[in-house]
């Protein structure tokens, strides 16, 4: 059985409500989070594809949407309507929320700045300029190319993975790779769970403010 909430979108966020508008947002960053958490998720349930390049590349995307989400939530802090709202919400949704915000609080030495933030910068700046003295620094650094075949697919890059792996983490051991992936991990299903509870909320408190209906699909 599927069941379906259809409304009309202005009706329900409207864009002339910070509160409506700031949740709206949310719901885009709630969607990102839960694609890639599953898709990191699904590797990780596999050693063999934990191995593989899309594991990095899913790492380094949840980090960076992670890292945006955190920052925007964060701007909520000082405004009114916002904290009157979550006050409304669960204990769990609450503790949630605080979790969020002690992970980029203090900034300078927050979860976020010192280990999201790198991972982030990486990913999105191809041109950033500490990349030669960063890549200076690798000494004795064997690698490989793998094919199967002659097309684009049977062909894998494998010292491009190892090379984004290198300059993001460095030394650190396997170890604590996965100690930051379980931090980050926790972070986000804590950022989903916050956003899942805050949109049932405030559609809830809205109903009769919106026209919508429930339809029901077998």
């Known amino acids: 059985m599927q069941n379906e909430l259809v409304f009309k979108l202005k009706k329900l966020f409207s864009p002339d409500n910070k509160l409506s508008s700031w949740i709206l947002k949310l719901t885009l960053i709630r969607n990102d989070?839960?694609?890639?958490?599953?898709?990191?998720?699904?590797?990780l349930d596999c050693t063999k594809k934990a191995k593989s390049g899309e594991f990095i590349y899913y790492f380094r995307l949840a980090a960076s949407h992670y890292r945006e989400a955190a920052k925007y939530i964060?701007?909520?802090?000082?405004?009114?309507?916002?904290?009157?709202?979550?006050?409304?919400?669960?204990?769990?949704?609450?503790?949630?929320?605080?979790?969020?915000?002690?992970?980029?609080?203090?900034?300078?030495?927050?979860?976020?700045?010192q280990i999201v933030k790198p991972i982030r910068d990486n990913f999105f700046h191809y041109d950033i300029e500490s990349f030669e003295e960063d890549y200076n620094q690798l000494e004795d650094f064997f690698t490989r190319i793998i094919s199967t075949g002659n097309t684009r697919k049977e062909t894998e890059l494998i010292f491009a993975d190892e090379l984004s792996i290198n300059l993001i983490f460095g030394n650190k051991s396997r170890q604590d790779i996965e100690k930051i992936l379980s931090e980050l991990s926790t972070y986000m299903s804590a950022l989903i769970s916050f956003v899942d509870e805050t949109v049932g909320r405030f559609i809830n408190n809205n109903k009769n403010k919106s026209a919508y209906i429930i339809r029901v699909k077998n």
């Open 33 to 43: 989070l839960f694609y890639v958490h599953r898709s990191l998720i699904d590797y």
């Open 74 to 113: 964060s701007r909520g802090k000082n405004k009114p309507e916002i904290q009157a709202f979550i006050q409304e919400l669960s204990d769990n949704t609450i503790n949630n929320y605080k979790l969020i915000i002690e992970s980029c609080t203090p900034w300078k030495s927050s979860f976020v700045n």
